[in-house]
């Protein structure tokens, strides 16, 4: 029985889909101005890991994960490189779906665009105009009246007093109360025609919130509330998720601190899959501190899992038995709030009886268990000869005709020179593994 940490109730619950059998997963995406970084590496994975978690366990889900293509950031960072608006974002969406892609993130069902639903936002809007619950303010930007919903603060836990205008909620002179939001941004003289929709309020653009843009904090996913609920009357969501933050050397990451790192720069140092384990291995609500230190444990510990499988082979499609005992302690882990890091722990319990009783069956339960979790999905020996880009040191090709040297020193008994070359690609971080069929090889 699956149970979600609610974020709305602050309790563990037993998730019942509104419609038995379906689930449908709604995912604050990015606002694709730049690189995606760390923290939008953690939602991209864990997320994805949800959703493979929910499709393992029989559930028809329909996962959506918007973009947001329209923001000030965009229009400045737009007019700064002296590109349009949808050249900017179609290049760093592009950047997005490959750094997602190399994390083993599966595509959403749905990647909808902003700019695509200012008909819809537009039409949310006038809901709330309606209702009372938005005004025209005097620059005439259209605002929330934020103190005319009565639910504002149950997400967060607090009351209205308490609730400050966040970092990226629009404060303005204009608006009634500090706590208002925008609804709709009057257009400026000096922003491009694209950024310009007509309507019932002039020509202007959606605000930050109406798009269901990437939110950062408890009163940002107030405003969705608010908006949605207000507008139809009813419960918008039964359950919401928030991961964790990532932390740099437990400094929170952020650019100006310096400690900010993007995706790709974190892949110019590790393999891919060793950074969704790293993300994987903790608990998906507690702080992710990155660190070189932690990913290098993190390929270590990878690497102990794939040398499992490169000892015991793996043949043809591995399927999970799921009356096994491991695979029954994984699931009960991953029913209680995706609790990966329990989950992984099995792996490496299955790995252990792997190398001890060198059972294929074992080995094919270890692959597919790390499969439902994006994980073990490759060559194992593909996986232990694989270097980063700029890791520098031998490639594959050099290493091979190393060890024919050495082969061929052991075989005219110079036996100096056999442990000179093993010293040698030691040193450059390649480990030599003897056996019966001969030798192999490993990164450190």
């Known amino acids: 029985m699956l149970t979600i940490y609610n974020t709305l109730s602050r309790n563990k619950e037993v998730f019942t889909p509104i419609e038995p059998g379906k689930v449908r997963m709604y995912v604050c995406g990015m606002t694709v101005y730049d690189f995606c970084h760390l923290g939008h590496a953690r939602v991209m994975v864990v997320f994805d890991m949800v959703a493979r978690w929910l499709r393992a366990s029989g559930l028809d889900v329909t996962y959506v994960r918007n973009i947001t293509d329209i923001d000030d950031k965009i229009i400045r960072r737009a007019q700064e490189n002296g590109e349009s608006i949808r050249q900017l974002t179609d290049r760093f969406i592009a950047a997005m779906h490959e750094d997602a892609d190399a994390l083993g993130v599966l595509r959403p069902d749905h990647e909808p665009r902003a700019t695509d639903y200012v008909a819809q936002m537009q039409s949310l809007i006038s809901r709330l105009e309606q209702k009372g619950l938005a005004y025209v303010a005097a620059n005439r930007d259209v605002c929330y009246a934020v103190r005319k919903f009565e639910g504002y603060g149950k997400l967060s836990g607090k009351s209205l007093d308490e609730l400050r205008a966040g970092e990226r909620v629009d404060v303005a002179q204009d608006k009634n109360d500090p706590l208002d939001f925008v609804l709709w941004k009057h257009a400026k003289m000096d922003e491009p025609g694209e950024v310009k929709w007509a309507s019932p309020w002039g020509e202007g ?119 096994e005992a491991h695979a029954k302690r994984f699931r009960a882990a991953m029913d209680d709030d995706f609790n990966t890091a329990e989950a992984v722990a099995v792996l490496f319990e299955l790995a252990n009886e792997v190398n001890r009783s060198i059972s294929p069956g074992l080995a094919c339960q270890l692959k597919a268990l790390g499969g439902v979790l994006g994980l073990l999905e490759r060559d194992p020996v593909a996986f232990l000869q694989a270097g980063a880009p700029d890791a520098g040191g031998l490639d594959a090709e050099t290493i091979e005709a190393r060890i024919a040297a050495r082969a061929a020193a052991k075989k005219s008994r110079d036996y100096a020179e056999a442990d000179r070359i093993r010293a040698e690609l030691t040193g450059a971080g390649v480990i030599l593994e003897d056996g019966p069929g001969g030798t192999t090889w490993r990164r450190a």
């Open 205 to 323: 653009r959606p605000g930050w919130h109406i798009e269901c843009s990437a939110m950062s904090s408890f009163p940002h996913h107030e405003n969705e509330i608010a908006q949605s609920e207000g507008a139809h009357g009813h419960t918008f969501v039964n359950y919401w998720m928030h991961n964790g933050f990532v932390r740099v050397d437990d400094e929170k990451m952020s650019k100006s601190l310096g400690n900010f790192f993007t995706i790709r720069e974190v892949l110019q140092k590790y393999d891919p899959e060793v950074v969704r384990f790293f993300i994987l291995r903790a608990q998906y609500r507690s702080a992710l501190n990155y660190s070189d230190a932690h990913l290098e444990d993190a390929r270590s510990s990878l690497t102990r899992l794939y040398t499992a499988l490169k000892n015991v082979p793996v043949e043809g499609v591995a399927e999970v038995d799921w009356n």
